[in-house]
């Protein structure tokens, strides 16, 4: 004899899950579009509300040719976005003209070890009308007073040579305060237009 154990056993007839189970999901706390900004600054909305935090970037242009995007931190009651990171970093390109394609790991400034500058994201952005960043930042738990707060980044960006340039960053802020502000700006330049949202994740 056969015993059905659920009354919407089928996933096509599911409508509702248990209480005890958490579906999860995205909430957006802010949005900010960058004008010609020398500085993106998320200065609220980063506690302890959510374990963690995605920031997405949405087409993010620059204002200088063959520059990088970046970010760095403050813990609470700090200043100056100048935590301590180590980090890595890899890539792959590929070429328009299908004359150039490459995997491989950067160490040439785009990683750090134990230091406090701001975190590259990508490898040299155009400023062409057509050209820009997308990606995301994910930050972890960055209200933990006992661990290390770690990020995973990837982004998609033009490159200035006429190449698509996908870009893997992963690493931690080597520190046990909590983080509740976050900066991104170019490292050369105003980033010239784009947007960055901040959701938080549940």
Do not use: C, W
Not at 65 to 94: L, P
Request: proline share 1%.
């Amino acid at each position: 004899m056969a015993i059905n154990l659920a009354n919407n056993s089928s996933l096509a007839n599911i409508t509702a899950l248990p209480s005890s189970i958490s579906g999860g999901g995205m909430t957006l706390i802010s949005e900010q579009t960058a004008s010609g900004s020398a500085t993106i600054s998320f200065t609220s909305g980063i506690d302890d509300t959510y374990d963690s935090y995605v920031f997405k970037f949405i087409n993010i242009h620059a204002e200088t040719d063959s520059t990088h995007f970046s970010f760095q931190a403050n813990v609470a009651g700090g200043s100056g976005y100048n935590e301590t990171i180590t980090s890595t970093m890899f890539r792959s390109q590929h070429g328009e003209d299908d004359g150039s394609a490459q995997l491989d790991y950067d160490d040439n400034g785009y990683d750090l070890a134990q230091a406090t500058g701001f975190q590259k994201l990508n490898q040299n952005l155009g400023n062409g009308a057509d050209e820009s960043l997308a990606g995301y930042l994910h930050l972890f738990n960055p209200s933990s007073t006992t661990f290390v707060k770690h990020f995973i980044s990837r982004t998609s960006a033009y490159h200035p040579s006429d190449r698509a340039l996908d870009t893997y960053v992963a690493g931690y802020f080597n520190i046990t305060s909590a983080i509740n502000e976050i900066q991104f700006k170019m490292s050369s330049g105003n980033i010239d237009s784009g947007v960055i949202k901040l959701y938080g994740i549940s």
